[in-house]
C-alpha cells in the first residue's frame, strides 16, 4: 500500500496526552532484550505493527500490518521503507532519522488529508485514514538497534473528532508544526540541532548547500567537526556556557565538505523539552559583510592616510558640534591623541572661538560650502587658517579642512607694506620729478625772460635815447623850419620879382610843395616818434626788469602791452584775413600779483590763440563749421569766409576774485589733447617752432606764484577759452 501523507504531528514528548496508548506500547525500550524478542512481538501482534532496522529495512511484521498495508505473504520483509512507500514527505524521513539518532523518543503522523482520500481505505463503506507511530527499539547493548512501526485506522468521525475539529488542539498544534517544521527547512541561514554532546540531530536545506554534505552525512557528524575553531575539548565548556546564558552570539568559521572555510555569525539557543537538553545553531555567511567591512577599513586607512598627509588640520564634526575624528596634524597640534578627540564637543579644548561660531553658522545656515579665515591659539601662538567646509550625509555632519595661512598672511602684509612704500616712494619721486620739470621749466622760463628783459630792457633804452633826442629836436625843426619858411614868405612879399636865378632855384624846387608837405612830414615824424616810444613803453612794461616784488597792477594795462608787442600777428597776411581782437574789459580794481610774470601768462595765451586761428584759416575745411560765428556767409552764392577772432573779457568775481578769459573760435581741442595740454613740453605744433611749455609755464605762474587757477574750456569745433583767476589782494 502507498501513501500520501500531507499532514504531519511532531512530539517532542511523550504522546500528545502523555502517554501511548497500550495497544501501541512494544516492550520497555530501556530492557535490553534480543532482536528476535522484538520480533517476535511483532509477529504475534493482533494490531498493525512492523519492525525495521537502522537502515529502515522490515525485519518483521504483524498479520494485520500486511493486510492494511496490502504487502501480503512476507513480501515487505528486508526491503526498505522508503522503497515500499516512495512518495512520502521529507519529513517522515527526517523524523524517522531524528528517532534512529535518540533526539525523538517516538514520532506520529497522519495520513490523507480526509477521509476520502485515495490514502484511505474502504472498509465496509466507511471511508478511513491512518495514523503512523515511530518508536525506537534496542538491542542487548542499550543501543538504538531499529524503529517500531503502528499503523492505526481513523474513522471519518474519529477523523473529524480527534484530528481536524475546527479549533481543536490537534489540528493547532499540526499547523503550528508544519509552519515550524517548513520554516526551518526552508531557511535562508544554517540551522542544526544537536543533542547536550554535540551530536547533530537535524540539519535544514541551506546547511546542507552550503557545507556540501548530504542530510545524511551531516546527521553523523557532531557540531565540532563543522566549527573549525571549537575543538571536541572545548564543547563542554561551551555548553555550560550557553546553559548558563541561554543564548550566544559569536563569529566563528564553518568548514564544508572540501574543506573551504567560510566565516559565519552563530546564534546558539539552548532548549530544553521533555526532559531533553537541545542547541539550536543558527548560522550565517558573513563572508560578503567581512569582505565589505574588510574593504571599508581599507578604504577608510586609505582615507585616513590620506587626509593625514594633508598639510593642515582635518576633522570631522556632526551637526550637533561633536568632533567624529581627526587628522593627525590636528592631534599633533594640540598634543593629544586623535581618538581622544571623537565625543568632543566643538570647543573643548577653548583656542578659536571663531571657529566655534563657523562651525555653529555653517550647520544652522544652508549652504553646503563655505570658506572663511579663522585665528586659533596653538600651543600658545596665535595662527591664521584657512578654514574650507563641506557638509555631507544629507547634511548631518562636515569636514573642516583648516591650511595654515600664517606666513602667507605675514607675506602678504609685508608685501602690502612694502608696496604701499613702493607707492609712497614711487608718488614722491614723482612729486620730486613733477618739481624738478617745473623748477626747470622755472629756470628755463626765468633764464629766458631774464634774457629778454634785459635783451627788451636794453633794446628800450639804446632805442629811447635817440627816440627822445629825435622826438625831442622834432619840435624845434619844426619851429625852426617855419621860421624860415615865414622869412621866405616875407622875402616874396617884399621882392615879387626875384633875380631870375632864384626864380629858377624856386621853380626846381617847387617851393609851394615843399611849403605845404614839410608840417606834414614833420608831423608823420612826430606820430613815429610817438609810436616809437609807447613800444618802448610797452616793452619796458612787458618785461618788468625793475619789478621783482608782488605790487598792485593794472591788468588792463598789461593786457594792452601785451597786445601792441603782438600786433603786428593780429594783421592780415597771406593765406589768411586779419585777426579780430574785441576787448571786453570789466572795472577791475588793481591786483596785488607779479606784473611782468602775468604779462609773460597773457602773452602765452594769446599767442597759443593767434596759433590756433592761423591754422584754421590756412585749412578751415579740416574742422567743418565752426561754432561762435566764426564762418559768416558772403554773397548769394553761399560762399562762406572764415573770420578770426579773439574775445579778451576781464570782470571781477565775487568781491575777492578777478577773471581774465582770453578765447579764440579756433577749431579747438579733443578730450585727449585737453587732459595734456598744461604738461610739460607737450604740444600739437611743430617741435621746431613750439617747446610745449607755454602752457605749462602758465599754470606754473598763476597757480604756484599767485595762489589762483587757470581753467581751460574746449571742443573740437567750438574754439578754446583759457580762464586766468587770480586774488585781488590788498593795495
Not at 560578503?288 to 581599507?298: G, N, T
Not at 623748477?439 to 635817440?466: F, W, Y
Request: net charge negative; with cysteine.
Amino acid at each position: 500500500m502507498q501513501t500520501k501523507p500531507v499532514k504531519q504531528e511532531i512530539r517532542l514528548g511523550r504522546y500528545a496526552g502523555g502517554k501511548i496508548p497500550i495497544a501501541h506500547q512494544p516492550p520497555d525500550a530501556a530492557m535490553s532484550e534480543n532482536k528476535e524478542g522484538f520480533r517476535r512481538f511483532v509477529e504475534r501482534s493482533a494490531d498493525a505493527v512492523a519492525m525495521v532496522d537502522c537502515e529502515m529495512r522490515y525485519l518483521s511484521v504483524s498479520r494485520r500490518w500486511e493486510t492494511d498495508c496490502g504487502f501480503g505473504g512476507g513480501e515487505a520483509l528486508g526491503r526498505s521503507h522508503w522503497e515500499l512507500f516512495p512518495n512520502l514527505p521529507e519529513y517522515w524521513h527526517q523524523n524517522a532519522r531524528a528517532c534512529l539518532a535518540g533526539v525523538l523518543e517516538y514520532s506520529e503522523f497522519v495520513v490523507g488529508q480526509s477521509p476520502v482520500s485515495v490514502a484511505g481505505q474502504i472498509e465496509g463503506g466507511v471511508r478511513a485514514a491512518e495514523k503512523w507511530v515511530f518508536w525506537p527499539w534496542k538491542n542487548n547493548e542499550g543501543a538504538i538497534g531499529g524503529l517500531i512501526l503502528f499503523a492505526e485506522k481513523i474513522t471519518e468521525r474519529n477523523f473529524y473528532n480527534n484530528i481536524w475539529r475546527p479549533g481543536g488542539k490537534s489540528q493547532k498544534l499540526e499547523t503550528k508544526l508544519q509552519l515550524t517544521q517548513k520554516a526551518l527547512d526552508n531557511a535562508a541561514d544554517t540551522v542544526f540541532f544537536t543533542t547536550s554532546d554535540g551530536q547533530i540531530c537535524y540539519a535544514n536545506k541551506a546547511a546542507c548547500d552550503r557545507g556540501g554534505y548530504s542530510e545524511s552525512e551531516l546527521l553523523k557528524l557532531r557540531f565540532t567537526d563543522i566549527d573549525s575553531q571549537l575543538s571536541a575539548s572545548d564543547w563542554p565548556e561551551r555548553w555550560v556556557e550557553l546553559k548558563q546564558q541561554n543564548n550566544l552570539t559569536f563569529e566563528t568559521s564553518y568548514k564544508t565538505k572540501n574543506g573551504t572555510i567560510v566565516p559565519v555569525e552563530v546564534q546558539l539557543n539552548y532548549l530544553e523539552y521533555d526532559g531533553c537538553e537541545y542547541c539550536c545553531a543558527i548560522a550565517r555567511d558573513i563572508s560578503a559583510r567581512l569582505a565589505a567591512k574588510s574593504a571599508l577599513l581599507e578604504a577608510k586607512e586609505q582615507l585616513q592616510a590620506v587626509l593625514d598627509a594633508v598639510p593642515g588640520l582635518v576633522s570631522w564634526v556632526s551637526s550637533d558640534l561633536r568632533y567624529l575624528g581627526v587628522n593627525r596634524h590636528l592631534a599633533s597640534a594640540y598634543q593629544m591623541p586623535a581618538e581622544l578627540f571623537a565625543g568632543k564637543k566643538v570647543g573643548f579644548l577653548d583656542t578659536s572661538p571663531k571657529f566655534n561660531d563657523l562651525v555653529y553658522d555653517f550647520f544652522v545656515g544652508s549652504n553646503h560650502k563655505t570658506s572663511q579665515e579663522v585665528t586659533a591659539s596653538i600651543r600658545g601662538e596665535n595662527k591664521t587658517y584657512l578654514i574650507v567646509a563641506q557638509k555631507y550625509q544629507k547634511n548631518t555632519a562636515a569636514v573642516f579642512v583648516g591650511l595654515d595661512i600664517t606666513e602667507s598672511k605675514q607675506s602678504l602684509l609685508a608685501l602690502q607694506e612694502s608696496e604701499e612704500r613702493l607707492r609712497q616712494q614711487a608718488a614722491k619721486l614723482e612729486r620730486t620729478l613733477l618739481v624738478l620739470q617745473q623748477t626747470q621749466t622755472q629756470l628755463i622760463q626765468t633764464e629766458k625772460m631774464s634774457s629778454l628783459g634785459q635783451l627788451v630792457a636794453g633794446i628800450a633804452h639804446e632805442i629811447n635815447n635817440p627816440v627822445s633826442f629825435i622826438s625831442g629836436n622834432v619840435s624845434h625843426a619844426t619851429g625852426y623850419i617855419q621860421e624860415l619858411l615865414r622869412s621866405i614868405d616875407l622875402y616874396q612879399k617884399n621882392y615879387p620879382d626875384p633875380a631870375p636865378e632864384i626864380q629858377d632855384l624856386m621853380e626846381e624846387l617847387d617851393l609851394d610843395f615843399i611849403k605845404k608837405d614839410i608840417p606834414k612830414l614833420l608831423n608823420s615824424m612826430k606820430v613815429g616818434s610817438e609810436r616809437i616810444r609807447d613800444v618802448v613803453r610797452s616793452l619796458r612794461l612787458f618785461s618788468r626788469t625793475d619789478e621783482p616784488e608782488m605790487k598792485p597792477a593794472d591788468i588792463h594795462e598789461g593786457l594792452d602791452s601785451t597786445v601792441l608787442i603782438l600786433q603786428n600777428r593780429l594783421q592780415a597776411k597771406g593765406g589768411r584775413p586779419g585777426i579780430s581782437l574785441v576787448k571786453e574789459y570789466g572795472d577791475l580794481p588793481r591786483v596785488r600779483c607779479y606784473p611782468g610774470q602775468l604779462n609773460q601768462v597773457f602773452m602765452h595765451l594769446l599767442t597759443n590763440a593767434i596759433d590756433a586761428l592761423e591754422a584754421e584759416g590756412r585749412n578751415p575745411e579740416k574742422y567743418g563749421k565752426i561754432q561762435n560765428q566764426s564762418l559768416l556767409s558772403a554773397g548769394s552764392s553761399g560762399t562762406e569766409i572764415f573770420n578770426p577772432e579773439i574775445r579778451i573779457r576781464t570782470e571781477v568775481i565775487g568781491e575777492s576774485e578777478v577773471a581774465i578769459a582770453i578765447s579764440d573760435n579756433g577749431p579747438g581741442m579733443t578730450e585727449e589733447v585737453l587732459c595734456r595740454i598744461f604738461d610739460p613740453l607737450f604740444t600739437t605744433k611743430c617741435q621746431t617752432t613750439s617747446t610745449g611749455l607755454g602752457l605749462a609755464i602758465s599754470q606754473h605762474l598763476v597757480v604756484e606764484k599767485h595762489g589762483g587757477d587757470l581753467l581751460c574750456i574746449s571742443r573740437p569745433g567750438e574754439g578754446t577759452e583759457l580762464i586766468v583767476k587770480i586774488a585781488i589782494g590788498n593795495d
